[in-house]
């Protein structure tokens, strides 16, 4: 069905159509514009077009036993996802799709030298964000190393899974199906939530909602699956990193606002990235798996730091929405109500709900005294 049906109805070629209605404006903007969104329509169509109903996939003789347990298992997490969550589920990862290379994207961040603001793209529909998204990895290579000739910071980095924000039912993708069932319900309900409440050019409100519906959503999941234990210490790993990683942006922001030359910028930017690589050594050395952000950790430099802050720095605020809200559907009007608001008056109200919930989360209180005071340590 899904290799002849777009979830509207419409036949197979009017998903073409659609995706080429996207990219037609764009001839005007110039040739990098034109290949760029060509590549983009290419892509997405292959993936798109290569769907399969999990239901089929499940019942075919060819398939592991493996696979079949993971794609069972997507559909409860679905289940869960529209039952509990209330989240617009519709036939979102309802079919399944091998893909031909590891992974089906490779973003590209970067950042100025002296600088966490992410550099942005504009896009249609979607509005701007910090990344570039290349369905090819080739061709996110040659455009990060464009980048890196003019100067920036940057991370190239593959990508499992991704949102089309609803416009076509997202499958599951060969790149993240035999993921944990944590892991996996995370990504599921972190990629719905985009389909329930989303700001056009937000990419910082956009990743820390979702990112908080997934935090928010897992303990009860988990709590069913009963991995309540593993995921205590893998929650706990989680904001280790992320508030050492929040204590080495303050660190470098003092760095890059201060008048001193650019020599001794260079100097204390690289102390300060030394002392975080050690400082993540230190404090994983004593956890189940210590290299899982290692890899991560090692390429840090502004437009990781930034990324981080685009997913995560709000984290807190929608959490403190969510227990405000007592429910499930009254925290995404006011998430949406939230989005509605001017930048500038959204952005206020997201700083006063994240004071909040710091001042009364004891773990977040406790937990940041470790991760700054390693940073602090020449």
Same mark, same amino acid.
């Given at each position: 069905?899904?290799?002849?049906?777009?979830v509207?109805?419409l036949?197979?070629?009017?998903?073409?159509?659609?995706?080429?209605?996207?990219?037609?404006?764009?001839?005007?903007?110039g040739?990098?514009?034109?290949?760029?969104?060509?590549?983009?329509?290419?892509?997405?169509?292959?993936?798109?077009?290569?769907?399969?109903?999990?239901e089929?996939?499940?019942?075919?003789?060819?398939t592991?036993?493996?696979?079949?347990?993971?794609?069972?298992?997507?559909?409860?997490?679905?289940?869960?996802?529209?039952?509990?969550?209330?989240?617009?589920?519709?036939?979102?990862?309802?079919?399944?799709?091998?893909?031909?290379?590891?992974?089906?994207?490779?973003?590209?961040?970067?950042?100025?030298?002296?600088?966490?603001?992410?550099?942005?793209?504009?896009?249609?529909?979607?509005?701007?964000?910090?990344y570039?998204?290349?369905?090819?990895k080739?061709?996110?290579?040659?455009? %990060?190393n *464009?980048? /890196?000739?003019?100067?920036?910071? &940057?991370?190239l980095?593959?990508v499992? $899974?991704? @949102?089309? =924000?609803?416009?076509?039912?997202?499958?599951?993708?060969?790149?993240?199906?035999?993921?944990s069932?944590?892991?996996?319900?995370?990504?599921?309900?972190?990629?719905?939530?985009?389909?329930?409440v989303?700001?056009?050019?937000?990419?910082?409100?956009?990743?820390?909602?979702?990112?908080?519906?997934?935090?928010?959503?897992?303990?009860?999941?988990l709590?069913?699956q009963?991995?309540?234990s593993? %995921?205590? *210490?893998? /929650?706990?790993?989680?904001?280790? &990193?992320?508030?050492?990683m929040?204590? $080495?942006? @303050?660190? =470098?922001?003092?760095?890059?606002?201060?008048?001193?030359?650019?020599?001794?910028?260079?100097?204390q930017?690289?102390?300060?990235?030394?002392?975080?690589r050690?400082?993540?050594?230190?404090?994983?050395?004593n956890?189940?798996?210590?290299?899982?952000?290692?890899?991560?950790?090692?390429?840090?430099?502004?437009?990781?730091?930034?990324?981080?802050?685009?997913?995560?720095?709000?984290?807190?605020?929608?959490? *403190?929405?969510?227990?405000?809200?007592?429910?499930?559907?009254?925290?995404?009007?006011a $998430?949406?109500r939230?989005?509605?608001?001017?930048?500038?008056?959204?952005e206020?109200?997201?700083?006063?709900?994240?004071?909040?919930?710091?001042?009364?989360?004891?773990?977040?209180k406790?937990?940041?005294?470790?991760?700054?005071?390693?940073?602090?340590?020449?």
């Open positions: 069905m899904y290799s002849r049906l777009l509207t109805g036949p197979k070629k009017w998903l073409n159509l659609r995706l080429w209605l996207l990219i037609i404006p764009l001839y005007l903007a040739c990098e514009t034109v290949g760029y969104y060509a590549q983009a329509a290419s892509g997405q169509w292959r993936i798109l077009s290569g769907r399969q109903p999990i089929k996939v499940i019942n075919e003789p060819g592991s036993e493996q696979l079949q347990q993971q794609l069972q298992l997507v559909l409860q997490i679905r289940a869960y996802a529209a039952e509990v969550l209330q989240l617009p589920v519709g036939d979102a990862y309802n079919a399944y799709v091998q893909l031909d290379d590891t992974y089906p994207i490779w973003n590209v961040l970067a950042a100025p030298e002296f600088s966490l603001e992410p550099k942005r793209w504009c896009y249609p529909i979607a509005g701007c964000a910090s570039r998204g290349y369905f090819r080739s061709a996110a290579e040659a455009k %990060a *464009q980048l /890196r000739g003019q100067g920036y910071d &940057v991370y980095g593959a499992p $899974a991704y @949102s089309t =924000l609803g416009w076509f039912n997202d499958p599951i993708l060969s790149s993240f199906v035999n993921w069932q944590e892991r996996l319900a995370g990504l599921l309900f972190h990629e719905l939530a985009h389909r329930r989303y700001i056009s050019g937000d990419t910082q409100f956009n990743e820390s909602f979702a990112t908080a519906v997934s935090e928010i959503a897992l303990p009860g999941w709590s069913i009963g991995l309540v593993s %995921a205590a *210490q893998a /929650r706990a790993e989680t904001l280790s &990193v992320r508030q050492l929040a204590a $080495a942006r @303050s660190q =470098l922001q003092t760095v890059y606002q201060s008048s001193q030359p650019d020599d001794l910028k260079h100097e930017k690289a102390r300060v990235l030394s002392r975080l050690q400082c993540y050594r230190k404090l994983s050395a956890w189940p798996n210590p290299t899982r952000y290692q890899s991560y950790i090692e390429k840090t430099n502004n437009a990781t730091l930034a990324l981080a802050a685009e997913y995560e720095s709000q984290v807190p605020a929608f959490k *403190q929405l969510y227990l405000d809200s007592g429910s499930w559907e009254a925290f995404y009007n $998430a949406q939230l989005g509605d608001l001017s930048k500038v008056n959204r206020e109200r997201l700083r006063q709900l994240g004071d909040e919930y710091r001042q009364s989360n004891s773990e977040i406790q937990g940041g005294l470790d991760e700054m005071s390693c940073i602090l340590h020449d």
